[in-house]
């Protein structure tokens, strides 16, 4: 069982920058992948950044690339997300997500556990 605790969401102008934090209950290079998902009003969840535990090889959106950076700090189990340059299209929820399970193409990882949730919301 793996928990998962999101933090440092919240309200940031465009152009501004935040940085999402994902505590894990257990070591992260346990966890075969994790990453970050996003959910808009009315839309679905899409990954938006991934990290496979081993090898490090990493996913990014096409319309974040650039953008936006995943990071770990395997000493504090913890991943993060840094985003800059934000848009008001990255308001959503965003979602930390870990997956236990093979995965052999990083970009696409399905989350086995996952966290309660971000809300970020970037005002134009």
């Known amino acids: 069982q793996v928990q998962l605790a999101e933090s440092g969401g919240g309200l940031v102008q465009a152009g501004g920058s935040l940085r999402l934090a994902c505590a894990a209950s257990v070591s992260i290079f346990s966890i075969n992948a994790m990453g970050w998902y996003r959910q808009a009003p009315g839309k679905q969840r899409d990954l938006v950044a991934a990290?496979?535990?081993?090898?490090?090889?990493?996913y990014y959106a096409d319309s974040l690339k650039g953008r936006f950076t995943i990071l770990r700090d395997a000493a504090k189990n913890t991943l993060y997300l840094q985003m800059n340059s934000l848009k008001a299209e990255d308001t959503a929820v965003y979602y930390c997500a870990a997956s236990t399970r093979s995965t052999p193409i990083i970009g696409r990882m399905e989350g086995d556990y996952w966290g309660q949730g971000t809300q970020v919301t970037v005002s134009s």
């Open positions: 990290v496979a535990a081993y090898g490090g090889s990493t």
